[in-house]
Protein backbone atom coordinates (compact mmCIF):
# COMPACT_ATOMS: atom_id res chain seq x y z
CA UNK A 1 0.00 0.00 0.00
CA UNK A 2 2.98 1.84 0.70
CA UNK A 3 4.17 1.90 -2.92
CA UNK A 4 0.47 2.66 -4.39
CA UNK A 5 0.37 5.70 -2.09
CA UNK A 6 3.33 7.40 -3.19
CA UNK A 7 2.55 6.09 -7.00
CA UNK A 8 -0.51 8.67 -6.46
CA UNK A 9 0.93 11.21 -4.48
CA UNK A 10 3.84 11.69 -6.52
CA UNK A 11 1.41 11.82 -9.92
CA UNK A 12 -1.03 14.29 -8.25
CA UNK A 13 2.36 16.45 -7.23
CA UNK A 14 3.64 16.27 -10.71
CA UNK A 15 -0.02 16.85 -12.50
CA UNK A 16 -0.92 20.28 -9.96
CA UNK A 17 3.01 21.34 -10.81
CA UNK A 18 2.58 21.35 -14.52
CA UNK A 19 -1.05 22.49 -14.84
CA UNK A 20 0.35 25.36 -12.66
CA UNK A 21 3.31 26.54 -15.12
CA UNK A 22 1.79 25.58 -17.94
CA UNK A 23 -1.48 27.49 -17.31
CA UNK A 24 0.51 30.66 -15.82
CA UNK A 25 2.58 30.50 -19.44
CA UNK A 26 -0.66 30.39 -21.49
CA UNK A 27 -1.76 33.21 -19.25
CA UNK A 28 1.41 35.17 -19.63
CA UNK A 29 1.71 34.88 -23.47
CA UNK A 30 -2.55 35.79 -23.59
CA UNK A 31 -1.77 38.95 -21.07
CA UNK A 32 1.55 40.18 -23.35
CA UNK A 33 -0.90 40.12 -26.67
CA UNK A 34 -4.70 41.60 -24.95
CA UNK A 35 -2.73 44.36 -22.07
CA UNK A 36 0.31 45.21 -23.89
CA UNK A 37 -0.43 48.63 -23.52
CA UNK A 38 -0.45 48.34 -19.78
CA UNK A 39 2.93 46.23 -19.82
CA UNK A 40 4.72 49.06 -21.72
CA UNK A 41 3.86 51.22 -18.80
CA UNK A 42 6.03 49.11 -16.44
CA UNK A 43 9.42 50.03 -18.70
CA UNK A 44 10.98 48.85 -21.69
CA UNK A 45 12.35 45.94 -23.11
CA UNK A 46 12.17 42.85 -20.81
CA UNK A 47 12.43 44.17 -17.44
CA UNK A 48 9.43 45.91 -17.75
CA UNK A 49 7.38 43.15 -19.37
CA UNK A 50 9.03 40.67 -16.13
CA UNK A 51 7.89 43.18 -13.47
CA UNK A 52 4.83 43.59 -15.23
CA UNK A 53 3.79 39.79 -15.52
CA UNK A 54 5.95 38.86 -11.94
CA UNK A 55 2.71 41.15 -10.47
CA UNK A 56 -0.03 40.40 -12.44
CA UNK A 57 0.11 36.59 -12.37
CA UNK A 58 0.49 36.18 -8.46
CA UNK A 59 -2.04 38.81 -8.03
CA UNK A 60 -5.02 37.70 -10.33
CA UNK A 61 -4.82 34.33 -11.50
CA UNK A 62 -2.67 32.05 -8.85
CA UNK A 63 -5.46 32.39 -6.40
CA UNK A 64 -7.52 30.85 -8.86
CA UNK A 65 -4.93 28.26 -10.25
CA UNK A 66 -3.99 27.01 -7.07
CA UNK A 67 -7.44 25.25 -6.22
CA UNK A 68 -8.53 24.38 -10.04
CA UNK A 69 -4.67 23.01 -10.67
CA UNK A 70 -5.87 20.35 -7.42
CA UNK A 71 -9.22 19.55 -9.30
CA UNK A 72 -7.24 18.72 -12.56
CA UNK A 73 -4.64 16.46 -10.89
CA UNK A 74 -6.94 14.50 -8.56
CA UNK A 75 -8.93 13.93 -11.73
CA UNK A 76 -5.64 13.07 -13.84
CA UNK A 77 -3.38 11.05 -11.29
CA UNK A 78 -6.96 8.58 -10.66
CA UNK A 79 -8.76 8.51 -14.01
CA UNK A 80 -5.81 7.53 -16.41
CA UNK A 81 -4.95 4.23 -13.81
CA UNK A 82 -8.83 4.21 -14.44
CA UNK A 83 -8.95 4.14 -17.73
CA UNK A 84 -6.35 1.70 -18.13
CA UNK A 85 -7.67 -0.75 -15.47
CA UNK A 86 -5.61 -0.22 -12.66
CA UNK A 87 -7.70 0.91 -10.66
CA UNK A 88 -9.54 -2.01 -11.24
CA UNK A 89 -6.28 -4.10 -10.36
CA UNK A 90 -6.48 -1.89 -7.23
CA UNK A 91 -10.27 -3.10 -6.31
CA UNK A 92 -9.49 -6.84 -7.18
CA UNK A 93 -6.41 -7.03 -4.88
CA UNK A 94 -8.54 -5.76 -1.82
CA UNK A 95 -7.87 -2.36 -2.04
CA UNK A 96 -10.92 0.14 -1.88
CA UNK A 97 -10.42 3.25 -4.21
CA UNK A 98 -11.11 4.75 -0.67
CA UNK A 99 -7.63 4.07 0.23
CA UNK A 100 -6.71 4.96 -2.47
CA UNK A 101 -8.08 8.40 -3.08
CA UNK A 102 -6.87 9.18 0.31
CA UNK A 103 -3.10 9.96 0.31
CA UNK A 104 -4.03 12.26 -2.64
CA UNK A 105 -6.48 14.34 -0.47
CA UNK A 106 -3.88 13.98 2.38
CA UNK A 107 -1.51 15.92 -0.20
CA UNK A 108 -3.85 18.15 -0.83
CA UNK A 109 -4.93 19.23 2.43
CA UNK A 110 -1.02 20.05 3.12
CA UNK A 111 -1.22 21.83 0.02
CA UNK A 112 -3.95 24.09 1.02
CA UNK A 113 -2.59 25.20 4.49
CA UNK A 114 0.34 26.16 1.62
CA UNK A 115 -2.15 28.30 -0.46
CA UNK A 116 -3.17 30.04 2.95
CA UNK A 117 0.37 31.09 3.77
CA UNK A 118 0.73 32.18 0.07
CA UNK A 119 -2.29 34.22 -0.60
CA UNK A 120 -0.98 36.04 2.76
CA UNK A 121 2.13 36.71 1.68
CA UNK A 122 3.47 36.60 -2.10
CA UNK A 123 -0.31 37.33 -3.32
CA UNK A 124 -0.97 40.11 -1.28
CA UNK A 125 2.40 41.94 -1.73
CA UNK A 126 2.02 41.21 -5.51
CA UNK A 127 -1.64 42.85 -5.20
CA UNK A 128 -0.39 45.70 -3.60
CA UNK A 129 2.44 46.41 -5.95
CA UNK A 130 0.42 46.07 -8.93
CA UNK A 131 -2.35 48.37 -7.52
CA UNK A 132 0.45 50.94 -6.44
CA UNK A 133 2.59 51.39 -9.38
CA UNK A 134 4.48 54.57 -7.98
CA UNK A 135 5.09 52.42 -4.73
CA UNK A 136 3.01 53.80 -2.56
CA UNK A 137 2.12 51.83 0.67
CA UNK A 138 -1.64 50.51 1.64
CA UNK A 139 -1.95 49.99 5.96
CA UNK A 140 -4.65 50.37 8.24
CA UNK A 141 -4.69 51.72 12.20
CA UNK A 142 -7.78 52.07 14.15
CA UNK A 143 -10.30 51.46 11.40
CA UNK A 144 -8.99 53.62 8.68
CA UNK A 145 -7.15 53.13 5.71
CA UNK A 146 -3.91 55.01 5.06
CA UNK A 147 -1.65 55.97 2.26
CA UNK A 148 1.71 56.73 1.54
CA UNK A 149 2.92 57.82 -2.15
CA UNK A 150 6.23 60.17 -1.65
CA UNK A 151 5.30 62.83 0.39
CA UNK A 152 1.52 62.61 0.79
CA UNK A 153 -0.21 60.68 3.31
CA UNK A 154 -3.92 59.48 3.04
CA UNK A 155 -6.29 58.56 5.18
CA UNK A 156 -9.44 57.42 4.27
CA UNK A 157 -12.56 55.74 6.20
CA UNK A 158 -14.01 53.72 3.15
CA UNK A 159 -12.99 52.72 -0.50
CA UNK A 160 -15.76 51.50 -3.18
CA UNK A 161 -13.95 49.92 -6.12
CA UNK A 162 -16.96 50.05 -8.49
CA UNK A 163 -18.11 53.74 -7.86
CA UNK A 164 -14.48 55.08 -7.74
CA UNK A 165 -15.02 56.86 -4.82
CA UNK A 166 -13.68 57.42 -1.11
CA UNK A 167 -14.99 58.31 1.90
CA UNK A 168 -13.87 60.45 5.31
CA UNK A 169 -10.66 61.88 3.09
CA UNK A 170 -8.23 63.62 4.61
CA UNK A 171 -4.49 64.40 2.71
CA UNK A 172 -1.29 65.31 4.63
CA UNK A 173 0.97 67.05 1.95
CA UNK A 174 4.83 67.86 3.28
CA UNK A 175 7.34 69.11 1.71
CA UNK A 176 11.21 67.62 1.18
CA UNK A 177 12.27 68.22 4.64
CA UNK A 178 8.96 66.26 6.00
CA UNK A 179 7.25 69.92 7.09
CA UNK A 180 3.42 70.48 6.97
CA UNK A 181 2.42 72.21 3.87
CA UNK A 182 -1.31 71.69 2.90
CA UNK A 183 -4.00 69.35 4.55
CA UNK A 184 -6.88 68.33 2.71
CA UNK A 185 -10.21 67.01 4.35
CA UNK A 186 -13.34 65.86 2.58
CA UNK A 187 -16.69 64.14 3.54
CA UNK A 188 -15.75 61.87 0.09
CA UNK A 189 -14.21 61.88 -3.34
CA UNK A 190 -13.77 60.21 -6.64
CA UNK A 191 -11.66 59.43 -8.66
CA UNK A 192 -12.47 60.59 -11.85
CA UNK A 193 -11.11 58.79 -15.37
CA UNK A 194 -9.10 61.73 -16.64
CA UNK A 195 -7.14 60.76 -13.20
CA UNK A 196 -8.49 64.35 -10.78
CA UNK A 197 -10.08 63.69 -7.92
CA UNK A 198 -13.59 65.58 -7.15
CA UNK A 199 -13.71 66.64 -3.49
CA UNK A 200 -16.82 67.43 -1.64
CA UNK A 201 -17.17 69.57 1.31
CA UNK A 202 -13.38 69.92 1.11
CA UNK A 203 -11.78 72.08 4.05
CA UNK A 204 -7.84 73.16 3.09
CA UNK A 205 -5.47 74.31 5.36
CA UNK A 206 -2.42 75.82 4.06
CA UNK A 207 0.97 76.22 5.95
CA UNK A 208 3.89 78.70 6.13
CA UNK A 209 6.72 75.89 6.03
CA UNK A 210 9.36 78.94 7.33
CA UNK A 211 7.03 80.22 10.04
CA UNK A 212 5.48 76.97 11.38
CA UNK A 213 3.89 79.34 14.48
CA UNK A 214 1.54 81.36 11.93
CA UNK A 215 -2.16 80.32 11.33
CA UNK A 216 -3.30 78.22 8.92
CA UNK A 217 -5.02 79.59 5.67
CA UNK A 218 -8.34 78.14 5.81
CA UNK A 219 -10.57 77.98 2.69
CA UNK A 220 -13.38 75.89 2.48
CA UNK A 221 -15.12 74.57 -0.92
CA UNK A 222 -18.28 72.35 -1.43
CA UNK A 223 -17.01 71.22 -5.00
CA UNK A 224 -13.11 70.81 -5.53
CA UNK A 225 -10.77 69.41 -7.79
CA UNK A 226 -7.38 67.65 -6.57
CA UNK A 227 -5.17 67.04 -9.41
CA UNK A 228 -2.52 64.08 -8.12
CA UNK A 229 -0.64 63.86 -11.45
CA UNK A 230 -0.06 59.87 -11.45
CA UNK A 231 -0.76 57.57 -14.44
CA UNK A 232 -3.28 54.97 -11.95
CA UNK A 233 -4.33 56.77 -8.95
CA UNK A 234 -6.93 54.13 -8.21
CA UNK A 235 -4.32 52.21 -5.75
CA UNK A 236 -6.68 54.04 -2.70
CA UNK A 237 -9.55 51.99 -4.55
CA UNK A 238 -7.66 48.97 -3.67
CA UNK A 239 -7.43 50.06 -0.23
CA UNK A 240 -10.23 48.02 0.60
CA UNK A 241 -10.07 44.21 2.29
CA UNK A 242 -8.09 43.39 -1.10
CA UNK A 243 -5.08 45.26 0.10
CA UNK A 244 -5.19 43.98 3.44
CA UNK A 245 -3.87 40.30 5.55
CA UNK A 246 -6.79 38.85 6.95
CA UNK A 247 -5.61 39.78 10.46
CA UNK A 248 -5.77 43.51 9.62
CA UNK A 249 -9.42 42.81 7.86
CA UNK A 250 -10.62 41.41 10.69
CA UNK A 251 -9.55 44.52 12.82
CA UNK A 252 -11.35 46.57 10.41
CA UNK A 253 -14.56 44.51 10.54
CA UNK A 254 -14.12 45.22 14.32
CA UNK A 255 -13.79 48.69 14.20
CA UNK A 256 -16.62 49.17 11.90
CA UNK A 257 -18.49 47.20 14.58
CA UNK A 258 -17.52 49.43 17.33
CA UNK A 259 -18.56 52.55 14.74
CA UNK A 260 -22.07 50.70 14.26
CA UNK A 261 -21.33 50.91 10.25
CA UNK A 262 -22.01 48.01 8.22
CA UNK A 263 -19.44 45.81 8.18
CA UNK A 264 -21.29 42.88 6.03
CA UNK A 265 -18.70 43.54 2.57
CA UNK A 266 -15.91 42.98 4.78
CA UNK A 267 -16.72 39.45 6.58
CA UNK A 268 -17.90 38.35 3.62
CA UNK A 269 -14.27 39.13 1.78
CA UNK A 270 -13.19 37.78 5.11
CA UNK A 271 -14.73 34.88 4.87
CA UNK A 272 -14.29 34.23 1.29
CA UNK A 273 -10.20 34.66 1.39
CA UNK A 274 -10.08 32.20 4.67
CA UNK A 275 -12.23 29.32 3.31
CA UNK A 276 -10.67 30.03 -0.77
CA UNK A 277 -7.14 27.76 0.04
CA UNK A 278 -9.18 25.03 1.08
CA UNK A 279 -11.04 24.42 -1.61
CA UNK A 280 -7.96 22.87 -2.62
CA UNK A 281 -8.64 19.70 -0.83
CA UNK A 282 -12.13 20.41 -1.31
CA UNK A 283 -11.34 20.39 -5.40
CA UNK A 284 -9.23 17.10 -4.70
CA UNK A 285 -12.45 15.47 -3.19
CA UNK A 286 -14.71 16.20 -5.83
CA UNK A 287 -12.01 15.30 -8.93
CA UNK A 288 -10.82 11.76 -7.28
CA UNK A 289 -14.10 10.32 -7.50
CA UNK A 290 -14.59 11.97 -10.89
CA UNK A 291 -11.23 10.03 -12.60
CA UNK A 292 -12.63 6.70 -10.98
CA UNK A 293 -15.61 6.98 -12.58
CA UNK A 294 -13.66 6.54 -15.82
CA UNK A 295 -13.19 2.94 -15.22
CA UNK A 296 -16.69 2.20 -16.43
CA UNK A 297 -16.88 4.83 -19.73
CA UNK A 298 -13.00 4.12 -20.46
CA UNK A 299 -13.76 8.53 -21.88
CA UNK A 300 -12.11 11.33 -20.40
CA UNK A 301 -13.28 13.88 -21.97
CA UNK A 302 -17.16 12.71 -20.93
CA UNK A 303 -15.46 13.00 -16.97
CA UNK A 304 -14.29 16.13 -18.35
CA UNK A 305 -17.20 17.97 -19.14
CA UNK A 306 -18.69 16.58 -15.77
CA UNK A 307 -15.88 18.65 -14.10
CA UNK A 308 -16.45 22.05 -16.53
CA UNK A 309 -19.81 21.41 -15.46
CA UNK A 310 -19.16 21.09 -11.36
CA UNK A 311 -16.44 23.98 -11.32
CA UNK A 312 -18.93 26.26 -13.13
CA UNK A 313 -21.60 25.42 -10.21
CA UNK A 314 -19.22 26.01 -7.16
CA UNK A 315 -18.01 29.23 -8.75
CA UNK A 316 -21.65 30.22 -9.65
CA UNK A 317 -22.62 29.98 -6.22
CA UNK A 318 -19.67 31.42 -4.88
CA UNK A 319 -20.51 34.57 -7.34
CA UNK A 320 -23.84 34.84 -6.75
CA UNK A 321 -23.03 35.12 -3.06
CA UNK A 322 -20.59 37.62 -3.26
CA UNK A 323 -23.20 39.74 -5.38
CA UNK A 324 -25.72 39.19 -2.08
CA UNK A 325 -22.93 40.17 0.24
CA UNK A 326 -21.91 43.06 -1.81
CA UNK A 327 -25.23 44.04 -1.29
CA UNK A 328 -25.95 44.25 2.15
CA UNK A 329 -27.09 40.46 2.89
CA UNK A 330 -25.68 39.23 5.95
CA UNK A 331 -25.78 35.59 5.94
CA UNK A 332 -24.41 35.91 2.58
CA UNK A 333 -20.68 36.50 4.06
CA UNK A 334 -21.14 32.95 5.59
CA UNK A 335 -21.74 31.28 2.33
CA UNK A 336 -18.29 30.30 0.76
CA UNK A 337 -18.41 27.97 3.95
CA UNK A 338 -21.72 26.68 2.74
CA UNK A 339 -20.93 26.29 -0.43
CA UNK A 340 -18.00 24.35 0.58
CA UNK A 341 -19.95 22.23 2.63
CA UNK A 342 -22.57 21.37 0.04
CA UNK A 343 -19.62 20.62 -2.91
CA UNK A 344 -17.53 18.16 0.27
CA UNK A 345 -21.02 16.30 0.64
CA UNK A 346 -21.29 15.88 -2.63
CA UNK A 347 -17.60 14.54 -3.02
CA UNK A 348 -17.89 12.33 -0.69
CA UNK A 349 -21.30 11.07 -1.97
CA UNK A 350 -19.69 10.24 -5.30
CA UNK A 351 -16.51 8.36 -3.79
CA UNK A 352 -19.20 6.27 -1.78
CA UNK A 353 -20.43 5.67 -4.86
CA UNK A 354 -17.17 4.34 -6.55
CA UNK A 355 -16.13 2.37 -3.43
CA UNK A 356 -19.28 0.07 -4.02
Known amino acids: MRILSRYFVSGYLTYYA??????????????????????IEYGEGWVGMATYLFLRLPSYYLPFLIPVGSFGAAFLCLGLPARSLEILAAKTSGISPTKLAGPVLAAA?????????LNETIVLDAARRFNSEDGGEIFQSRGSFWYQRGNALFRVEAADRDSRTLQGVTVYERDSAGHLVRSIRAASARIEDDRRWRLENAIFHEFDADDPLAPPRTETREDAWLELGSAEDLALLGA????????????????LERDDRDATRYRAQWHARLADPFSVVLFALLGSPLGMMVERSRSLAVAALQAIALLGGYYGLQTTATVLAGGGVAAAAYAPW???????????????????
Open 18 to 39: AIVIVSLLVIAIVEMMVNFDHV
Open 109 to 117: AVLSVAALA
Open 240 to 255: DARSLSLLRLRAQIAA
Open 338 to 356: AVQALFAAYGAWRMAVVSR
